[in-house]
């Protein structure tokens, strides 16, 4: 695995559920880039997701992770990679410091390098003072903050989000989006989903834009523009949907 | 006639409403079908038949009216453990459970109503079970001339309300005694064991015949008959012959209820209220930490998973009660096993196995159908093996650690049966354990209780296992004590439908994505 090697690279990916959902899905996302796939409801974005992160088997098509066949070897491509879905991954029954540790024992990371990292992390999302409560009594904007920080704990070098802002206050957001920014800064690579155009008009390097699971346009928001009648990226993407 | 808006009358129609659609008529998920509801109509002619031959029983016997006083009174203090079960259940899923206090209690509607039509719904939903038990003796006795009988709808109705206000007083004493996350465990494992009383009650007499100074016992149970609480003059059986119609324990037993009634949502409304603040604020309740953030990081994923199955299984309060139910039926076979004497050890052997491979079953479902993140898990790079293998080993060790005491006893005293006991317990729980693992499917932890309707293949799977592995402890120590060729023949149909039963789920098993 090299440095050129894509942190994302799906061919051809397809799967059906009585209708096509991802149709001939072609995608390379580079090492270090924040992605949004975006698109309308029902366009394929989380089955694309789910099928990266092996939670869907594909009916055909190839997905590598950071140079690794998924389907030849599920483990290796899995430990670099974290997905954090629209609906929390949470225990209500378990306490913040006991869900960090579940998920540290899932990507087998030793004690001692999880120890600070789990620290680190409830600090960094102001849980900290939370650590000792059930998740059960959590806000929504918590909840995404402790899953946030499941996913972050084995420090992947690949992060997927689908919708990872929804219902989160002002100042949830911004913190999200701040280590969003700090994870790409330190060479992390990013794909998220989001219905929050301007999330994408702001964080993302590059945008891909899919509808009925085909890719219809793909670029920076500059070169989407060009291909369009311009303005803000809702413009771009409802011209773009509508002309699909 | 249609009640005002708002009015208490209004409150109580709602009340039932939900009492109704969450009945297990419907099997509490929905409301009952035009099918289910002809079923139990059915089964509540039925009841007229058995209850006909039960009365005419009585008469040909010429059982006179004291005597019918105190069989029914019996039977009715039986019922108000059993009532009483309902009603801890009741007040905790009205304080804890059901989402609509909220929307209540920030309308204009007085909080006194509020909690006056909740209790009165408590009560409604503890008798309804009775009332179609009893109410066809009453009719039976009308026809046959003993209109007294008809006194059973009030007696059930007031003995309901009297439960269900000690319930709720019990409730809400121990929110402010404990707090709500205890009270909500306490509350459902005294519900639990209110429902097995019955079952320790039946057990004290097989207690005491297998007892050495079991005359004496008979000789002291004969006096208490005579002179004592179970004199006929007691007043333990007011309730029985308020039942059969005798005016004085009707009237103080209708006056009891309303008194008890008309105090508790005097006295109590208030802090009804303050125990739903509680309530609404219990799940933020945070101890806070001397040290500050502890981590516990295991260097084993096998034991990060038992860990976190385990902390799951004692934090959720069905679970406890399910576990603690085990151990109140386990009981009187553990008074048997270590008070020495005479042993029925086929019993016993079969009574460990069917209570293990019970207990497993749940908490298997538990542990491996309702995982809640089943996606963190796939996602993940953990071995699925190791998973499953951890998951299964959580899910067995409960019931194997909880016999483990007894079982050493039993092979201390009898060395061959505890042998073989503890091979029938062991394939009793790994069998259970299995038959989750391989056909159970993904479900709601909420929907523990109903798990046997949701998955029927898993459900009569378990309960063949159960059985035959309960069946082949009998016949195996049977065998050893000297019993014939029938235990012989037992033990061979009980293991050929045990692993029979375990074949087939390994053919079904479902095959992760």
Known sequence: ?244 | MKSAPGSALWLLGHELRLAWYGSSLGGGKRRPGVVSMLVWVLAWVAMHGIAFALLHILRRDGVDDTLAGMLVGGVLLVSATFMLSNALKACVLALFERGDLDLLLSSPLPSRSIFSVRLLGVAASSAALFLFVFTPFAHVALFMGRPGWLAIYPAVAALALVVACAAMLLTLLLVRLLGARRTRVLAQVLAAVAGALLFLLSQVGNLVSHDGRGAQAQHAAQALLHNGLFAPASPLWLPGRAALGEAVPLLGLVALALAAYLLTVGRTHRFFVHGLQQAAGMDRVARKPAGGVRFRFRSSLFDTIVAKEWRLIARDPHLISQVLLQLVYLAPLLILILRGGEVPEPAIGAGLSLLCSSLTGGLAWIVISAEDAPDLLRSSPAAARTIRLAKLAAATMPALLIVALPLLWLIVRAPLAGLLVAFTVTGAVLSSGLIVLWVGRPAARSNFKARGKENFQCTVMELLTTLSWGALAWALVSLIAGAGDWALAMAAAALAVALGALLLAWLLRRRAV
């Open chain 1, 1 to 244: 695995m090299t440095n050129a090697t894509p942190a994302l690279q799906l061919r051809a990916l397809r799967k059906h559920f009585g209708r096509p959902a991802v149709d001939g899905l072609d995608l390379t996302v580079q090492r270090g880039e924040l992605y949004a796939l975006l698109g309308p409801n029902g366009a394929g974005k989380t089955t694309t997701l789910r099928m990266v992160t092996g939670l869907l088997a594909p009916d055909e098509g190839q997905v590598e992770v950071l140079g690794v066949d998924l389907a030849r070897d599920p483990a290796a491509a899995k430990r670099h990679m974290a997905y954090l879905p629209d609906d929390p991954m949470l225990y209500g029954k378990l306490k913040p410091t006991e869900y960090l540790e579940f998920v540290a024992g899932l990507w087998g990371l030793r004690p001692e390098e999880a120890e600070p990292r789990g620290r680190r992390l409830l600090d960094w999302l102001d849980l900290s003072k939370h650590a000792h409560e059930l998740t059960e009594g959590f806000s929504r904007g918590m909840k995404q903050k402790l899953a946030l920080a499941g996913a972050l704990i084995h420090e992947p070098q690949l992060l997927i989000l689908d919708e990872p802002l929804t219902g989160l206050d002002a100042a949830a957001a911004r913190q999200v989006k701040d280590l969003l920014l700090s994870h790409v800064a330190g060479g992390g690579t990013v794909i998220l989903t989001t219905h929050i155009l301007e999330v994408a008009e702001r964080l993302a390097q590059r945008i891909g834009i899919i509808r009925q699971g085909r890719l219809i346009a793909e670029g920076t928001l500059a070169e989407l523009r060009e291909r369009t009648l311009g303005g803000s990226l809702e413009d771009v993407f409802l011209q773009l949907t509508e002309q699909a």
